[in-house]
């Protein structure tokens, strides 16, 4: 088992750049493939990131290539989401989740988090 508690989000302007966090505990965090999926109101949650057990590969749905970096503290038990050059359209909930399979599916995630509130001003 693992619990996953997300922090970080808050109201920002668009442009502007936030850093979410992932507290992990219980079972070996290391020993978990990563994600961040966000849901926005109305919609099906979706992939954003991915990252693997020791933080060397990782991957990023299109939307948010080349502004949203996902990294990982195995130290800490800490999954992070550094998110810049934000957009209204990035406004939703974002969750991470843990995962011992390989995929971007959320039905590929066996452990979720309760979600943090982004919310991007235009």
């Known amino acids: 088992q693992v619990q996953l508690v997300e922090s970080g989000g808050r109201l920002v302007q668009a442009g502007g750049s936030l850093r979410l966090s992932c507290a992990a505990s219980g079972r070996t965090f290391s020993s978990y493939a990563m994600g961040w999926f966000r849901q926005a109101p109305g919609k099906e949650r979706e992939f954003v990131a991915r990252i693997s057990s020791s933080g060397g590969v990782s991957y990023y749905a299109d939307s948010v290539k080349g502004r949203f970096t996902i990294s990982r503290d195995n130290a800490k038990n800490t999954l992070y989401l550094q998110m810049n050059s934000l957009k209204p359209e990035d406004t939703a909930v974002y969750y991470c989740?843990?995962?011992?399979?390989?995929?971007?599916?959320?039905?590929?995630?066996?452990?979720w988090g309760q979600g943090t509130q982004v919310t991007v001003s235009s």
């Open positions: 989740a843990a995962t011992a399979r390989a995929g971007t599916s959320t039905r590929s995630y066996d452990y």
